[in-house]
């Protein structure tokens, strides 16, 4: 079983930032791909961006330039820079791991962008 602990979510204003981490514990396993969707009220949950182990990212067309996202193997955790932050942006964020015991997900971490 795979636990997922995220954290950094908050309230910030239109152009600022924020940093979110995702640590995965729990049981031996290898994470293939790690990464970031989110869902804001009344939509469905999308991709925000993904990172596999040896390193190759990918981006939703709505994020790209603005976020990045980052991994630390030795860590298993997963992190998401998130910078010229916009009001749209506001939802909550999962973090999700697939690994070779399963596809796993965060409990989800709130992030507001005020205008």
């Known amino acids: 079983q795979v636990q997922l602990v995220e954290s950094g979510g908050g309230l910030v204003q239109a152009g600022g930032s924020l940093r979110l981490s995702c640590a995965a514990s729990g049981g031996i396993y290898t994470i293939n791909v790690m990464g970031w969707y989110r869902q804001a009220p009344g939509k469905q949950r999308e991709l925000v961006a993904t990172v596999t182990r040896g390193g190759i990212t990918n981006y939703a067309d709505s994020v790209k330039g603005r976020f990045t996202v980052s991994r630390d193997n030795a860590k298993n955790t997963v992190y998401l820079q998130m910078n010229s932050l916009k009001p749209e942006d506001t939802a909550v964020y999962y973090c999700?791991?697939?690994?070779?015991?399963?596809?796993?997900w965060g409990q989800g971490t709130q992030v507001t962008v005020s205008s």
């Open positions: 999700n791991v697939l690994s070779t015991m399963g596809r796993y």
